[in-house]
């Protein structure tokens, strides 16, 4: 069985959940997107985020899913979103993940927490609800989340858990803060860590400079996102920058709260990877407006990288 | 099969979720608390509620606390709480509980929802998810839950829902909008509705000669509880506030946010109705001061109430 | 001149601004305010508070007050609180408020902070703005502001600061915290310190015999408070309970937020504190109905304490 | 004296408020930072704003600054913000404000504003403070301000206030609510309003195709946003979306929250529009590698961009 590690690398893209337009898992798109994300140079694969549309799961669905994906995918580690308001069910849905063939967990603290210590008594109990022998990716998303943990607090954590192995870094700005995760590594007062970005990708150019491993965000183009990955990593700068720059404009229009999830399923429907852009209820929508707004990004694009022409 | 409706009055519970020192529900005790709040006189029971650790329950524990409770509680209404993070669990455990006997659902609005449209919205999908068959007891908690609802906005949702049939009310401050209900009804903008009190208690006196219709709380004697709506319907002022004041140190006591749970269920087992007051984790504790000090508020309260010589 | 220092005790009762009915500040009454408050036993007075409408002043009002009050309260030392948005507004109000004669001001941190290092360093950011020479009392009021400041923080707060000489203790619940932070200075980790309570007194009893030194709240029966805190003090802890019981229910509806300082003010009227109830705008306000609910607990309690027979 | 009215549109510059190393208002620079502005095609200027450090600022330095903006941009109309936690300062701010020369202020909504009727009796209170005689720009900006206003809440408001002329649109997602307020002035619910847009640009593509009437935002090159203005008013679509593009990379860096002042303030200082980059304490920094990093943009945009060669 693989196991999710600190050497993680690459692109892990945020999987959408498909669904059929009256709201049941649409298991053909299941395959399909697995293999899209495949073929766009996946080195790993994210279910059931945030934007993965987890919560209007249930442990059914959410089981069935993983079991799917992580057979269609057996050759890339396959992390399992299974924050929740309660232990018992994260613990249900984390075991039942790994028994599913997942590679690790991935773990985003609630809401309400506030000080420091309470941040990383959540991860102990956590980890002790799930058992410390699951591989664990810590969610650091201040912006939707409300808990802003600072990098002596994720250092804390990382030293007091050996399971946990890796990042999901979606501060903002966040920048610094990958500075400050590498030098503590750095200077001998924290483990190697696998560092994988988030935000949709709108700062991907400079977090790559900055220390990341890649990325481990849901944006329409992971193909793009894993090029832009492999270019800053062969010291290729401009390359990097001059592909990222070209998507930038969809990039920022993904990423809006709410509406950028209806964006993104519109897209990756018309680039073939799932058959309905449908969301189950309650759903974002997007108007006729905006769809003529991403296609004349998309036609935009499509001068410079051909991948958009769809 | 009993159904919950509007004229739903006096003395409904909010259940604690008794657990064995290791974690695990406590079959025995819930059987010895259903049977003590039946003793103190309640008209109905409410289980997994926020207070009740519900969140800390996976769906299958949830089913077979509610099976349980309502079997050994078959001549009451119990209402369970279904609130979920999605519709998905919500259904699936609001139509678990339903075949398990249970008299209707209680439903509290996600914390992300700021306007009053978005309030309304919510209660749409949710009721769509559930279905219209079910009757529904709409939870208003601002001070724990962030989610502010006018008087106008609750009439709207009891107005739009047949099968809307009761306030949990649990504002803070919120005397006025009994009034402003119980105005909307006399004025005929608004079907009759129950209303049902919470916030530990700590009102229940003045509630009362409001206009609502009993108690739905936890607090550990809800045989007061049950003698103050009582002794209010009964238009004994003097005496519902000579009760009511004489456990007043106590309701505030464990009125305390956190703590409270852990003197509520310290004082329920006291009293015999739990065989232990563990929570499972993440648990809040009581400190060998907290707990001295509870028996000192017991000890006192016992020279005006014999109920408290436990 | 007089400087708060870590001896305080006692009773500080957190002042009302006294308005005019057409919104201006009542000079007479905040004589007649301050003159009241002495003669409830007051040893030391605090202004410009929460609760005491400072938002709606403007500077030039703020720093009348103080001194008027200063003057008229010359015996005893007045804090004044300084919060601000900003550290200039900050600076300049507290700067003013010790020129008039403050002993010491009173800073709460702002609620968007979040870790621990940043309320740490808000509070270093503070006390260079205004100056370290200025005595500060710490505001730890969670519930409103939304900060939680742990122990651990408060303590490295008051170890980095010689000027921070007390806490305004207003977590809840917070009895455990009054004994932390007592235990850090018997174990020798930080220097003692004065802590005074707020919470509207809803906990005076318990807060005493955890090893507070007296109250900071504004109940409008400041006479109680110091009745209790000398009490307590002198080991009298039945008859302190008692009087502490018989205040009760009306401590309990003054602490509904919003509606309290409507029942606060109408109550300091009716006892002669000052010449009118008004607010100034956005003004809470009390209705009929709940006058009479707040006369008749008056009149419950005036059976047992003569001085609510007003 | 000039006066906004609905006509307002095209570019108003959110002003930084330009400070010397040791913390003093640069004077010079208020006037150099000015004249650069209106060298950019400003057709009107914002000073105060959340961006422009207005919190930090004392009445008197505010009143200042306010002054000597009006009376060197005396051709265009000048906006100050006097967002306040009471009305007393936004009054004194508000009016000495239009006596030194405003054209009119702007209002944001505070934090804890939650429900239609609080924002809505918000704004009728802010305006009977200040006077219904002042020109009003009703800010929205949800994600700072925590506050959602609906479109319907923001007609109501405008409908009830004559003087309320202008909305700073900083919804995010908003294309859909500039839509959704263009559809009530077009189907008559609601009057003609002047929309300008915010969110450092990052959408300004779009919402001038939605019907924005300019820009009102802080980027560092309000040159460009004038340009994107005006090409898309002309109708010349492609070279708006251009030149917009060959920025956004840069847009999009100095959106991050917190840092994104110390980019703004330093690619300003580059272009000699103010001789400090200096914040005010408390300031957000720019590190080293984050200098480097916008230098690095700078030179990318400069390819395509004469006026980024700085």
Request: glycine share 8%; hydrophobic share 45%; proline share 5%.
């Amino acid at each position: 069985m693989m196991r999710l590690d600190s050497s993680a690398a690459g692109l892990f893209p945020i999987a959408v959940t498909p669904f059929t337009p009256d709201g049941k898992v649409c298991s053909a798109s299941v395959d399909s997107m697995t293999d899209f994300y495949l073929s766009c140079g996946a080195t790993g694969l994210t279910i059931l985020g945030i934007m993965g549309e987890a919560p209007k799961l249930d442990l059914q669905d959410s089981l069935a899913i993983t079991k799917q994906v992580c057979a269609r995918a057996a050759k890339i580690p396959v992390i399992v979103g299974v924050s929740s308001p309660g232990f018992a069910a994260m613990a249900s849905l984390a075991r039942g993940a790994m028994e599913r063939g997942a590679a690790g967990v991935m773990i985003a603290p609630p809401s309400n927490l506030r000080t420091d210590d309470q941040i990383v008594n959540y991860y102990a109990q956590a980890i002790e609800a799930i058992g410390d022998d699951i591989p664990v990716v810590v969610q650091d998303y201040p912006l939707t989340l409300t808990v802003v943990m600072t990098p002596k607090v994720l250092r804390t954590i990382f030293q007091n858990h050996a399971s946990c192995v890796m990042l999901k870094h979606e501060d903002w700005p966040g920048l610094e803060k990958i500075s400050a995760m590498r030098g503590f590594t750095a200077d001998g007062s924290m483990k190697p860590i696998s560092i994988l970005t988030g935000n949709g990708g709108l700062f991907l150019d400079f977090e790559m400079e900055r220390g990341a491993d890649g990325a481990m965000t849901g944006y329409a183009f992971p193909d793009m996102l894993a090029d832009v990955v492999r270019l800053s990593k062969a010291g290729e700068r401009e390359a990097a920058h001059d592909l990222f720059d070209a998507h930038l404009p969809l990039i920022r229009y993904e990423q809006q709260q709410g509406a950028g999830l209806a964006v993104r399923k519109y897209v990756l429907m018309k680039r073939g990877a799932i058959r309905s852009d449908a969301q189950r209820k309650p759903a974002s929508s997007i108007t006729a407006k905006a769809k003529a707004e991403v296609d004349y990004l998309l036609a935009r694009l499509a001068r410079k990288d051909r991948r958009a022409a769809v």
